[in-house]
C-alpha cells in the first residue's frame, strides 16, 4: 500500500482517492522523525537502521489506509504481507536517500515550502496557502506532520533520482507505430465447426467405465462435515428496541445529536486524463487537444466510458475504468470541482484544464449535503439511541445467554424472553455456515467438532452481531454412494465421448486441407462460418474465449489453416471442434494513430523508463546488505 501511493504520489488519481494531505511541518515548527536515537531497530540496510519505531507508524499508517479503502477486510488478512511491504518500501526509501545523498541530490526546505504552497487544494481562494486546511485534513488523516514531510521530501528525492537516472530514455515513433499496429491488428477468418452434441447419440458409456471414473475422482463426490445449529442472533440495536423510543424522546434526542447527521455533498466520479503541464507551450496543448478530441469521438461513436479510460488513462491517473470513488469539496483541485459537482449522473463532462491536464469528467451517482430534516432522519436516530442502549447492556445479556445455554435452556425461549431472532441452520457445511451466519472461517471449523446436543459455551462474532450456538446434530464427512451420482457420471462420460468423436472427425477433415482459399466444393463440405473482425486477444463471435486459439489466430500467415484442431465451447451449440484459416488481416486505419501517436510515443517512453529505473533499483537491492533483526514484528507474530 505505501509503495504504492509513494510511486504515485504526484498522480491526480491517488490526490482524489485520499483526499487532501496536509504537509505542515514547514509551516508549524514539528519536531522531524529523522531522530533515531533510543529504540530498538527492526533492519539495517548497509549499516543504516531502520527503527522499529519508524516501522510501527508506517505499518498503522499503511493498515489505516488499507482498512479505509477495505472497510470489511479481517486485520488478520493483511497482517502478515502488509508488514513485508512496509519494510520493503522503508528498504527502498532507505537505499534511494543514501544513492540520493551519494549523488549530491537534495531537497531543500525552500523546494519543499513552494511544494508546498503550490499545491491548489491547500490554498484559498486569493491563491494563498491557508494554514486552516492544513489543520482540518491532518486531522482527518491521523497522520504526524513530520511523518507526512519526511514522506514527501523522499518523494522528491526519488523523482529527482528518477530523472537522473533515466534522462537518456527516448521512443523512436516508427517502433511505437510497429506496437501500436500489433496491438490493433484485426484478423478475418473462416472457420468450421463440429458440434460434440451431433455425435452424443453414437457414444454410450460401459459401467465398467461408470466405475472407474467414480473410482478415480471420489473426491469431487464428498459430502464434507455437517453441523445443524440453533442460536440466537444478539444485535446491540435490538436490545436498545428502537421501536420502543417515543417521537418527542427522539426529537430531543436528535437536536442534541444534529452534527452526528451532517453530511457533505460528494459524487461518484471516473475521468480520462489527457496529461498537460500547467504552463504547457501552445503546440503540446494543441496534441493534447487532438488526443481529446479523438476520445471523445471514440464516446460519440458508443464505447463505454470505462473501456475508453482504461485504454487511454496513464497507469497512475485513476483506478479500472478511471474511477476515482467518492469526492467531497475540497479534496481536488477548483476547475475539476466545478465541473464533477455540477453534472447529473450518468453525465459526462466537456474538456475540463486542470492543473493536471484535460479531463473528461463521468459522475457515477451523487449524494446530496447538509443536515436532514428529523423526519426524514427519525430512523436512523431512533436506531443510533437504540444502539446506545444496547451496548450498554450488551455484555450481560451475552454473559447471561450462555450460562443459561451451557445449563440447558431452550435457546428459543431465551431469545422470545429478550425479543431477540432465534434461527436453526438445518445441516450445514463449514462454508455454508460462514455464507450464511457470517462467522469466522476459523469459528465454523470449530463448529463442526462439537458433539451433537452441546452448547457452545463462547459467543461468536458474526459480522456486526453476536451468536450464542448449541449443536443440535452433526455428520461426519462421506462420499455419495454411485447410485446417487451415476446419471452424472454418465452425461459426462458421453460427453467426453462425443467431443473425442467431434475432435476427430474435424482432425480428419482438416488433414485433407491445403493452404489457400478453399474449393466451392471444400466450402459446402465444411459448411464454413466466416467472421470479419477479430481483435488480438480477443474471442472468435460467437465462442467462448479461448488463448491457444487467440494466439494461433494472430501468428498464422494470411491464406494459411491453422494446424490444429481446437476444442471449444459455441454459446449456442455447446463443446466442440474447431479447425480455421486466416483470410485476411487489416492493420488500424492510419487516422486513428495519428490520434493517438502522442499518447502512444510518450506511453512507450514511459515504460522504457521505469523498466529502467526498475533495473536500477534492482541493482542497488542485489548489493545491498540487508538484515532483519526483528522478523517477528515485520510478520506480526504474537501480536
Same mark, same amino acid.
Given at each position: 500500500m505505501l509503495e504504492y501511493i509513494r510511486s504515485n504520489a504526484q498522480s491526480f488519481g491517488v490526490k482524489l482517492a485520499f483526499g487532501v494531505i496536509i504537509l505542515v511541518f514547514v509551516f508549524w515548527g514539528v519536531g522531524s522523525l529523522s531522530d533515531r536515537t533510543g529504540g530498538n531497530h527492526v533492519a539495517m540496510v548497509n549499516g543504516s537502521p531502520i527503527s522499529a519505531r519508524d516501522f510501527e507508524l508506517a505499518y498503522r499508517h499503511a493498515e489505516d489506509a488499507m482498512r479505509r479503502n477495505n472497510p470489511g477486510l479481517p486485520r488478520e488478512a493483511l497482517a502478515q504481507e502488509l508488514?513485508?511491504?512496509?519494510?520493503? =518500501?522503508?528498504?527502498?526509501?532507505?537505499?534511494?536517500?543514501?544513492?540520493?545523498?551519494?549523488?549530491?541530490?537534495?531537497?531543500?526546505?525552500?523546494?519543499?515550502?513552494?511544494?508546498?504552497?503550490?499545491?491548489?487544494?491547500?490554498?484559498?481562494?486569493?491563491? $494563498?496557502?491557508?494554514?486552516?486546511?492544513?489543520?482540518?485534513?491532518?486531522?482527518?488523516?491521523?497522520?504526524?506532520?513530520?511523518r507526512y514531510e519526511q514522506e514527501m521530501a523522499g518523494d522528491m528525492l526519488r523523482q529527482k533520482l528518477f530523472a537522473l537516472v533515466t534522462a537518456s530514455v527516448w521512443t523512436d515513433p516508427e517502433e511505437a507505430r510497429n506496437r501500436y499496429d500489433f496491438l490493433r491488428e484485426q484478423r478475418s477468418v473462416e472457420y468450421a465447426f463440429f458440434p460434440a452434441a451431433a455425435y452424443a447419440g453414437s457414444v454410450a458409456p460401459t459401467e465398467e467405465e461408470v466405475q472407474a471414473y467414480y473410482d478415480a475422482r471420489k473426491a469431487d463426490f464428498g459430502i464434507p462435515a455437517r453441523v445443524a445449529l440453533a442460536y440466537v442472533l444478539v444485535r446491540a440495536e435490538a436490545l436498545g428496541r428502537a421501536e420502543s423510543i417515543g417521537e418527542s424522546e427522539a426529537l430531543a434526542w436528535y437536536e442534541a445529536n444534529t452534527a452526528r447527521f451532517a453530511r457533505e455533498e460528494e459524487v461518484r466520479a471516473a475521468?480520462?486524463?489527457?496529461?498537460?503541464?500547467?504552463?504547457?507551450?501552445?503546440?503540446?496543448?494543441?496534441?493534447?487537444?487532438?488526443?481529446?478530441?479523438?476520445?471523445?469521438?471514440?464516446?460519440?461513436?458508443g464505447k463505454a466510458f470505462a473501456a475508453v479510460a482504461d485504454a487511454h488513462n496513464g497507469p497512475n491517473a485513476a483506478g479500472p475504468?478511471?474511477?476515482?470513488?467518492?469526492?467531497?469539496?475540497?479534496?481536488?483541485?477548483? !476547475?475539476?470541482?466545478?465541473? *464533477?459537482?455540477?453534472?447529473?449522473?450518468?453525465?459526462?463532462?466537456?474538456?475540463?484544464?486542470?492543473?493536471?491536464?484535460?479531463?473528461?469528467?463521468?459522475?457515477?451517482?451523487?449524494?446530496?449535503?447538509?443536515?436532514?430534516?428529523?423526519?426524514?432522519?427519525?430512523?436512523?436516530?431512533?436506531?443510533?439511541?437504540?444502539?446506545?442502549?444496547?451496548?450498554?447492556?450488551?455484555?450481560?445479556?451475552?454473559?447471561?445467554?450462555?450460562?443459561?445455554?451451557?445449563?440447558?435452556?431452550?435457546?428459543?425461549?431465551?431469545?422470545?424472553?429478550?425479543?431477540?431472532?432465534?434461527?436453526?441452520?438445518?445441516?450445514?457445511?463449514?462454508?455454508?455456515?460462514e455464507a450464511k451466519l457470517h462467522?469466522?472461517?476459523?469459528?465454523?471449523?470449530?463448529?463442526?467438532?462439537?458433539?451433537?446436543?452441546?452448547?457452545?459455551?463462547?459467543?461468536?462474532?458474526?459480522?456486526?452481531?453476536?451468536?450464542?450456538?448449541?449443536?443440535?446434530?452433526?455428520?461426519?464427512?462421506?462420499?455419495?454412494?454411485?447410485?446417487?451420482?451415476?446419471?452424472?457420471?454418465?452425461?459426462?462420460? $458421453?460427453?467426453?465421448? *462425443?467431443?473425442?468423436?467431434?475432435?476427430?472427425?474435424?482432425?480428419?477433415?482438416?488433414?485433407?486441407?491445403?493452404?489457400? !482459399?478453399?474449393?466451392?466444393?471444400?466450402?459446402?463440405?465444411?459448411?464454413?462460418?466466416?467472421?470479419p473482425t477479430v481483435e488480438r486477444g480477443g474471442a472468435l463471435p460467437g465462442f467462448a474465449p479461448d488463448q491457444a486459439l487467440s494466439e494461433a489466430l494472430f501468428s498464422t500467415a494470411t491464406n494459411a489453416?491453422?494446424?490444429?484442431?481446437?476444442?471449444?465451447?459455441?454459446?449456442? =451449440?455447446?463443446?466442440?471442434?474447431?479447425?480455421?484459416?486466416?483470410?485476411?488481416?487489416?492493420? !488500424?486505419?492510419?487516422?486513428?494513430?495519428?490520434?493517438?501517436?502522442?499518447?502512444?510515443?510518450?506511453?512507450?517512453?514511459?515504460?522504457?523508463?521505469?523498466?529502467l529505473f526498475e533495473i536500477f533499483m534492482q541493482r542497488l537491492l542485489s548489493r545491498a546488505r540487508i538484515e532483519v533483526l526483528d522478523p517477528a514484528l515485520v510478520d506480526r507474530k504474537n501480536m
Open positions: 508488514g513485508r511491504q512496509v519494510l520493503r =518500501d522503508l528498504v527502498t526509501r532507505n537505499l534511494l536517500s543514501a544513492e540520493a545523498a551519494r549523488a549530491g541530490i537534495t531537497v531543500t526546505p525552500l523546494e519543499l515550502r513552494m511544494a508546498i504552497g503550490e499545491v491548489k487544494a491547500f490554498q484559498d481562494a486569493q491563491g $494563498r496557502f491557508d494554514p486552516e486546511a492544513y489543520k482540518r485534513v491532518l486531522e482527518a488523516q491521523r497522520m504526524s506532520p513530520a475521468h480520462i486524463l489527457v496529461p498537460l503541464a500547467e504552463d504547457a507551450a501552445e503546440d503540446e496543448v494543441e496534441k493534447a487537444g487532438k488526443s481529446m478530441a479523438a476520445i471523445e469521438a471514440e464516446l460519440a461513436a475504468g478511471g474511477e476515482l470513488g467518492w469526492i467531497r469539496r475540497g479534496m481536488t483541485v477548483e !476547475p475539476f470541482e466545478q465541473a *464533477a459537482f455540477a453534472l447529473k449522473p450518468g453525465a459526462v463532462s466537456a474538456p475540463v484544464r486542470s492543473p493536471f491536464g484535460l479531463h473528461l469528467i463521468k459522475v457515477e451517482g451523487k449524494k446530496p449535503g447538509g443536515v436532514p430534516p428529523f423526519a426524514e432522519a427519525a430512523a436512523d436516530v431512533r436506531k443510533a439511541m437504540a444502539q446506545e442502549r444496547g451496548e450498554s447492556r450488551l455484555h450481560d445479556v451475552l454473559d447471561n445467554l450462555v450460562e443459561a445455554n451451557i445449563l440447558g435452556k431452550s435457546l428459543k425461549e431465551s431469545a422470545d424472553a429478550l425479543g431477540l431472532e432465534f434461527g436453526e441452520t438445518g445441516l450445514a457445511s463449514a462454508a455454508e455456515l462467522v469466522k472461517a476459523g469459528d465454523a471449523a470449530s463448529l463442526l467438532a462439537v458433539p451433537a446436543g452441546s452448547p457452545v459455551d463462547s459467543v461468536l462474532e458474526a459480522g456486526d452481531a453476536y451468536l450464542v450456538v448449541r449443536v443440535l446434530k452433526s455428520e461426519a464427512a462421506s462420499t455419495r454412494p454411485l447410485a446417487q451420482v451415476r446419471e452424472d457420471i454418465v452425461e459426462k462420460i $458421453r460427453a467426453e465421448k *462425443a467431443l473425442t468423436k467431434a475432435m476427430e472427425a474435424a482432425s480428419q477433415k482438416r488433414g485433407a486441407l491445403s493452404d489457400g !482459399p478453399p474449393d466451392a466444393g471444400d466450402r459446402a463440405d465444411l459448411k464454413l462460418h466466416a467472421a489453416w491453422l494446424p490444429g484442431v481446437y476444442a471449444v465451447t459455441s454459446s449456442g =451449440d455447446g463443446p466442440g471442434a474447431l479447425f480455421a484459416r486466416v483470410s485476411g488481416v487489416r492493420p !488500424p486505419e492510419a487516422a486513428e494513430w495519428e490520434a493517438v501517436r502522442d499518447i502512444m510515443v510518450d506511453a512507450m517512453k514511459r515504460e522504457r523508463a521505469e523498466g
